[in-house]
Structures are given as structure tokens and as C-alpha cells.
């Protein structure tokens, strides 16, 4: 999004096939949702950048080639615009991992803490090759990824509805199939309603973004409501299994656990609500 030619060329092509894999370095102990309140320092010393900090909860980080790394190059300005960010290569000397995170799902994919001390990263990986602009790069990164991860909210929670369709239509109690009872049916007619908003809300919200519009406001909502969707599509799945939602080898357990995440990273719901409480006010004002 904000890299020099030289480094799109350079990187691009290697991300695309898959040479090298990355992780966003954003969040830290301290600095989650104040993510503009990160300690991480880059330092420039002659034709580098000294990096000192540690970065929690990196998805891919065991496995990652590179990090993009948002640290503070202007250590007196302690907001947004003392922020930077580059392309750290993860084999530099000085950095190390943390033990890998056990974590409640989303057991694929694996996260750690990077602690950084004293890496040594040249100064043409700085993005963009400008100072400050990091903390705008990274929210840049988020806006896409909240359409993108709305969109794998609608993927995961379709699948779970197919899945408590089906087990509903199979199933039988009372000399009928669960399906056939209303009460069931409103948990299926609820979930998939839900799911269709958050379908067209994603759509809606790329087009804009394809269109070139600024699509701040869209971007939360979609993450918002997807992600809170795909949670109570998953719940109503459970409850739909009965006994076997909450029995691992039925497999709604496992998505229940799962896709309670995606209200957390990449901003959490209340995050959202900020962001678009917040558009809509200055919005309205101006
Ligand atoms: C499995 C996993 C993978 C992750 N992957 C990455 C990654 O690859 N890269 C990366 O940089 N980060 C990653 N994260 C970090 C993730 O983005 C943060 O955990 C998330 O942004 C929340 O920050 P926090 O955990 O510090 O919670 P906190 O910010 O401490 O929030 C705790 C609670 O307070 C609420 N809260 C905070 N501020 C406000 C406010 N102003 N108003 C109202 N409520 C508020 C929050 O909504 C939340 O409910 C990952 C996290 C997890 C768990």
C-alpha cells in the first residue's frame, strides 16, 4: 500500500508465490487498543535503525520471513505521528520469539511474542522512506483487513448454518425431525437473515472501497456485524446440536471456539463502535 517502488518490487512478487510469508507487528504488551501508545523505538544510527521493543500476540510470527513493524522513530512525540513503519527480516540479529501462545481456538494458526533487542534494520526498509507515516500505514492495513475479515465471518458462519441444517433435517425427537419444529426453525431463519446482511454488507463495502471511496465508516460496521453475527450463528448452532454441539468430534465446538476471536483482533467491537460513533459525529459536523 505505502511501500517505495523499489520495495514493491523487491517484496511483492516473493509474498505472491509464497517465497516469503509475513505477520504485522502492531500490538504490544502495553499497547493494544491505544495502539497509537506503542513503546517499540527505532532509533536511526548513520544507515539504520535500532530497534528495541517487544510486539505481542504476532500471528505467523514462528513461521514468518518478515515483519512489518510499526515502532516509534520520534521517541518525544508519543502519538500517531511518531510512528514508522518497515520491513524487518525475521532472521535479523536480535530478534527472538516467545514460546507459542495457547490459545482457546484458532489452533492453526500460531502466534508468539517478537521481542526485538537492539536489530540493527537498514534504513532503505523503512516504508515509504518517510518518517511518521506508520501509524496511517497500519490503519490503512486494518480498513482492508475489517472488509476482508467480515468476509471470512460470512464463509465461516455459512458453513456452520449448512452443518446445523443439516444435523436439524437428521436428527429426530418427538417422531419428527428437529427441523420441523418451529422453535428450531426461528434459530435457522434468525441466523440465516444475519448472515445475508453481513453478505451485503461486505459487498457493498468492497465495491465503495474498489470504487476509491473512503470506506472507514463501511469497514467497521462490516467487521462489527459480521463478527458479532458469525458469533451468534455459532452459538444457535450448538444449541441446535444440543448435547452434540458441545462434543468435539461434531465439529460446532470446535467453530464455536473459533470464531470468538474475530471480535477481538483487528480491532475489537467496541473499537468499531468508536470508530463509527466517532465518523458519524465529525461526518454530521462538517
Ligand atoms: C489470537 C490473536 C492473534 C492476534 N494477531 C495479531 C497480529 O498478527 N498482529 C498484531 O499486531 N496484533 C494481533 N493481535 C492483537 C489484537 O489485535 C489485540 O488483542 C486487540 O486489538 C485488543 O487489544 P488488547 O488485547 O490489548 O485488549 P485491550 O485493548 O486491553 O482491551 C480490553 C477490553 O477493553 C476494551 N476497550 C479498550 N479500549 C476501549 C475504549 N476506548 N472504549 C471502550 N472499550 C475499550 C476492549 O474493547 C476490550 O473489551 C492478536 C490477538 C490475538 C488474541
Redesign the pocket.
Known sequence: MDGTEEQKAYYLPKLATGELSS?????????????ASLRTTAIRDGDHYVVNGT???????PHSKIFTL?ARTNPADKGAGGVSAFIVDAKTPGISLGKN?Q?MG?KG?H?CDVIFENVRVPAANLIGGQEGQGFKT?MKVLEKGRIHLAAVCVGVAQRILDDALRYAIDRKQFGQPIAEFQLVQAMLADSKAELYAAECMVIDAARKRDEGRSVSTEASCCKMFASEMCGRVADRAVQILGGAGYLAEYGIERFYRDVR?FR????????Q??IIGRNMVREARA
Do not use: V
Not at 505477520?23 to 495502539?35: H, K, V
Open positions: 505477520s504485522f507487528a502492531l500490538t504490544e504488551p502495553d499497547a493494544g487498543s491505544d495502539a510486539k505481542r500476540y504476532i500471528t505467523n510470527a510499526m501462545d490459545k484458532q494458526a502466534t497500519a476471536l477481538l483482533y483487528e480491532g475489537t467491537t467496541q473499537i463502535q468508536i
